[in-house]
């Protein structure tokens, strides 16, 4: 992966964009290896498009790159960034005393489905400590209580700060504020246990349960100022009857949220994820 290389970008939509990407790097002697793209509408909508692409020596030629590229990204009025797909990127997995989630992501990453580096667990109990010691991941038990919520995330932002490129909130029971996930804009990932936009709040699989619901569900999103309504990354769904009580919708329900997770955190760090307003655009 040293000479793989990914560009995304977004921008409104005319002809011409498709062929100056692929002329650009033909220039420099790159070759696309793959090419996803989208438009929301092809008469004034937005266009969306993922490249992979190889070239020979990129990690000495890649801030050049990156700076010639600007030149056509301003012809278009692009939104876009460039990465490097060697340059694996770190995480940050917040917990507090559930495992299922943890384990989904720490067992992807050992057998490399999860391309990127757990750099770090942050729980606000002690309880998962010894999960991340038998995989040799550094722990830091954060206690946050209703009185001391402000001077706790700051201590979560001295940890991560400089050290990880993204969050991931592994049935993290604690509601962040404004001030701590604005500088984290669409790089914090929250799994939530109901399939949104029902169920929304305290006992989710007790709602489902009293409703009678006929499925149940999992939602990965990106987290926002606004509770719970942050840009919808994957759902999945399980269907359940009348002779599933509570305990076997939470039983189901953390299959399912697992599998959800880990396929959000996966398509995030592969920067497969293009957001619109409230919704992504997943190049899965």
Same mark, same amino acid.
């Given at each position: 992966?040293?000479?793989?290389?990914?560009?995304?970008? /977004?921008?409104?939509?005319?002809?011409?964009?498709?062929?100056?990407?692929?002329?650009?790097?033909?220039? $420099?002697?790159?070759?696309?290896?793959?090419?996803?793209?989208?438009?929301?509408?092809? /008469?004034?909508?937005?266009?969306?498009?993922?490249?992979?692409?190889? &070239?020979?020596?990129?990690?000495?030629?890649?801030?050049?790159?990156?700076?010639?590229?600007?030149?056509?990204?301003? =012809?278009?009025? &692009?939104? #876009?960034? &460039?990465?490097?797909?060697?340059?694996?990127? =770190?995480?940050?997995?917040?917990?507090?005393?559930?495992?299922?989630?943890?384990?989904?992501?720490?067992?992807?990453?050992?057998?490399?489905?999860?391309?990127?580096?757990?750099?770090?667990?942050?729980?606000?109990?002690?309880?998962?400590?010894?999960?991340?010691?038998?995989?040799?991941?550094?722990?830091?038990?954060?206690?946050?209580?209703?009185?001391?919520?402000?001077?706790?995330?700051?201590?979560?932002?001295?940890?991560?700060?400089?050290?990880?490129?993204?969050?991931?909130?592994?049935?993290? &029971?604690?509601?962040?504020? /404004?001030?701590?996930?604005?500088? #984290?804009?669409?790089?914090?990932?929250?799994?939530?246990? /109901?399939?949104?936009?029902?169920?929304?709040?305290? !006992?989710?699989?007790?709602?489902?349960?009293?409703?009678?619901?006929?499925?149940?569900?999992?939602?990965?999103?990106?987290?926002?100022?606004?509770?719970?309504?942050?840009?919808?990354?994957?759902?999945?769904?399980? $269907?359940?009857?009348?002779?599933?009580?509570?305990?076997?919708? $939470?039983?189901?329900?953390?299959?399912?949220?697992?599998?959800?997770?880990?396929?959000?955190?996966? #398509?995030?760090?592969?920067?497969?994820?293009?957001?619109?307003?409230? !919704?992504?655009?997943?190049?899965?």
């Amino acid at each position: 992966m040293t000479n793989t290389g990914r560009l995304l970008i /977004s921008c409104p939509d005319r002809p011409g964009i498709v062929a100056s990407l692929a002329h650009f790097l033909y220039e $420099r002697n790159a070759n696309i290896t793959h090419s996803d793209q989208h438009s929301s509408d092809p /008469s004034g909508g937005v266009f969306f498009m993922r490249i992979q692409f190889e &070239m020979e020596g990129l990690t000495e030629r890649f801030d050049a790159l990156q700076r010639e590229f600007a030149d056509v990204a301003k =012809r278009f009025e &692009m939104k #876009w960034r &460039m990465e490097r797909a060697a340059k694996l990127k =770190r995480l940050a997995v917040l917990v507090s005393r559930e495992e299922h989630c943890l384990l989904e992501l720490i067992w992807q990453q050992r057998s490399g489905d999860l391309k990127a580096e757990i750099a770090m667990v942050i729980g606000n109990h002690k309880s998962l400590g010894q999960v991340a010691e038998q995989y040799n991941l550094p722990f830091y038990h954060v206690d946050v209580k209703a009185n001391n919520k402000s001077e706790a995330e700051k201590r979560i932002q001295e940890l991560i700060s400089g050290n990880v490129d993204a969050i991931i909130l592994a049935r993290y &029971m604690q509601i962040l504020s /404004s001030d701590f996930i604005k500088p #984290w804009e669409y790089r914090i990932i929250n799994i939530h246990h /109901s399939f949104l936009p029902a169920f929304v709040g305290a !006992k989710p699989y007790q709602q489902a349960y009293d409703r009678g619901v006929k499925l149940i569900g999992a939602t990965a999103h990106y987290v926002t100022t606004d509770l719970d309504a942050g840009p919808i990354i994957e759902q999945d769904v399980h $269907r359940v009857d009348h002779r599933h009580d509570p305990e076997d919708l $939470r039983r189901i329900g953390r299959q399912i949220e697992r599998v959800v997770l880990a396929r959000a955190v996966s #398509w995030h760090v592969e920067d497969k994820i293009l957001v619109l307003g409230n !919704k992504t655009v997943v190049f899965a």
